[in-house]
């Protein structure tokens, strides 16, 4: 397919992927990471640091100044592992959990919008597609990192 490339772009910019901001929640602005971070501390339960930059596959100096300002935001709380305190777990605040779920909520609108133009038999196409190609991705030695050249 040739213009598989221009197909993801479009669709990059119909997300809101470039974007500076994704979400703006309570007058808080979010980015896409922040975003993901926030999803990945509620999906799993008090992950580690190490464990949701590992899912995200940010290294975890980056991973950390994101996290400092999701807590300076009060939106996430850091606590020292009880029993080995090199290790940090992530939970939501009220507030983050509140942010969390705005979020969660306006994408869920924005995507169900999306596939009330298609047939159901065209969004599980398109879902059980969507599904094979992460896994595709996951399995290729260029996923994830960056261009060169």
């Known amino acids: 397919m040739d213009n598989a490339r221009e197909l993801f772009q479009i669709m990059t910019r119909r997300f809101g992927l470039l974007n500076k901001n994704c979400c703006s929640v309570g007058g808080c602005d979010i980015t896409l990471v922040q975003s993901h971070i926030l999803y990945e501390i509620d999906r799993q339960h008090k992950p580690s640091m190490q464990q949701i930059s590992d899912t995200l596959g940010t290294d975890i100096t980056t991973f950390s ?85």
């Open 65 to 149: 100044r994101q996290v400092q300002s999701l807590i300076k935001l009060k939106l996430v709380k850091k606590t020292a592992d009880p029993t080995d305190r090199r290790v940090h777990t992530l939970s939501l605040t009220a507030e983050g959990k509140y942010v969390a779920t705005t979020i969660d909520t306006q994408m869920n609108e924005y995507l169900n919008d999306a596939f009330s133009k298609m047939t159901e038999f065209e969004k599980e196409t398109l879902l059980r597609s969507v599904m094979l190609f992460n896994e595709a991705m996951g399995k290729s030695s260029k996923c994830c990192s960056p261009v060169t050249g």
